[in-house]
């Protein structure tokens, strides 16, 4: 249908519009010609609005339709492997700092759920590449399973994995529910755990870090604080990540982890 042809059907259904309030029956006698013209402009018009705003159209009270309340919703949802992230997961840096002057980060890949075994097998390669080790024993299982990952790089080492798991559906933590885990931040020299990186309630306000000297680290809630460009410990939300937020702390030099908990 051309633009000229949706002009004409418009123009002609305004010429038989009657000012005034129509009894319902009386607009139902109009005829089957009237109604194939009214269902013409209503579809015509569905297509304008589809095309153009490329999102969710609403059409109540169509002729014939018997419910005035009824609503047809057209939603778009994710469905390449590229826009549900199956072969590049997204990534949130979770903290970063400096330990006897050497730079590391922490961040946090989530890969999306593979729908066949095409998808998981070029997915676990995609792993592969970048050194990661799913948490599954073949290329398969991680069907219908989203991956996550929280990498730790300190200076020029490769990134080591801290936490990392496959599920069908990730875990909302809720209360004062926390999991952590705790690494040396460098392979090579120290055997202490001075790096906890865990994951919180989304509600969480403050976590407290204690260490084996008996200070504290808190991470806490809310924007970022840098200073002198590197963040303070933060609990913060993750791309990809929903049900939880995640926390980082650092030991002071010449202590390591003791323990960790949610106390606001």
Known sequence: MTQTDIALLLADAADEVEIGTAPVQAVIRGGRRRRARRWAVVTATAVVLTGSTGATLAVTGLPGGGHGDRHGNLTTEPTSPEDRHVYEPQRTELSRGLYQGTPWYVDLQVWGAPR????????????QELNLMAAVDKPTDLIGKTS???TRKFGDQPPRQVMFDARRKLERLTGRDLESASNPLDDTSSTWDHLVVGKVAETAQEVTCTWKDGTTT???SGPV????NLPRPAIVPAAGYPGAKWFVCVAPEGTAFKDAEVTR
């Open 148 to 150: 996550y990952f929280v």
């Open 218 to 220: 808190k991470a806490r």
């Open 116 to 127: 066949n075994r095409t998808e998981a097998d070029r997915q676990y390669v995609a792993m």
């Open 225 to 228: 604080v840098y200073e002198h």
